[in-house]
């Protein structure tokens, strides 16, 4: 059985999702793939099933309704956990996020990281073609979380992960109740809270050539509040 799996959440993906899967079975060969699409209107479960028909090493998710990117990766971690996976790997599937940066990024985790955060805002990270109303959400939010959270990581809403799923298994995962991007900030911060290993590896972020982005107001205000929550007045930690 294959040691990685590779979870992309997809949600109106049609003109990215093919060209995305190729990459990855080209950087990751070995790795199994797993698609959580929430009932797209475009078409984008339907696609990922032929491409499923042609390759068993890559499985599809149907979720009955849009409930956002946190959701979408429990699900997908489910997924990965009851199937005994050692290592599981999120990443978009708008092609923003190069699969030949995971050979390495897994190495990290295999070298003793509990996280490996595909990270922009360090050394030798970078974003292109981002508009610079993201980049600034993206840069002041970062900076907010790390000062609010008294946190060590500096792209702590990167959706380009590899978990340990020994780590994943750590964190109560039923407990997470984010459901848009702060998911992200909440799964690296309990990790880091409980003594996990968080790595971060530089990446170059690449806006997506087709269709739209989910992000919208309403994912910003969330991850707003419950920041500014956890910073007053953080949850108990988990045991280990
Ligand atoms: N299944 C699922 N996927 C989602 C949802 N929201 C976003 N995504 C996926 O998450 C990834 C990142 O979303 P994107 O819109 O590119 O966000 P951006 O890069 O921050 O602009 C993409 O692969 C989306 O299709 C959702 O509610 N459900
Ligand atoms: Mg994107």
């Known amino acids: 059985m294959a040691e990685t799996l590779v979870i992309l959440p997809t949600y109106n993906e049609i003109e990215s999702l093919a060209s995305v899967i190729g990459r990855i079975r080209q950087s990751v060969p070995l790795a199994d793939v797993l698609i959580v699409d929430d009932s797209s209107p475009d078409g984008t479960g339907e696609l990922a099933e032929k491409l499923a028909a042609e390759d068993p090493g890559l499985s599809v998710l149907h979720r009955t309704a ?16 009851e199937q005994d996976y050692l290592y599981v790997v999120e990443i978009d599937a708008d092609g923003s996020h190069d699969p030949a940066e995971l050979p390495a990024m897994i190495e990290l985790a295999r070298a003793g990281a509990d996280l490996v955060i595909g990270s922009r805002w360090v050394p030798g990270g970078s974003v292109r073609n981002w508009p610079w109303l993201r980049q600034a959400i993206s840069r002041l939010g970062n900076s907010y ?7 060590d990581i500096r792209d702590i809403t990167s959706g380009f992960r590899v978990f340990k799923a020994e780590a994943l298994r750590s964190l109560h995962l039923s ?27 530089p990446i170059i972020f690449v806006e997506r050539a087709a269709g739209r982005s989910k992000m919208h107001l309403g994912i910003v205000i969330e991850a707003l509040v419950r920041v500014t929550i956890w910073g007053i007045a953080p949850p108990r930690r988990a045991r280990r």
């Open 175 to 201: 407990a997470v109740s984010s459901q848009g991007y702060c998911f992200q900030v909440e799964l690296a911060w309990r990790l880091e809270r409980n003594g996990g290993v968080v790595v971060e590896s």
């Open 66 to 81: 849009k409930e956002g990117l946190g959701r979408a990766y429990l699900a997908g971690f489910d997924f990965a956990l």
């Open 145 to 151: 979380a790390r000062a609010a959270l008294r946190s």
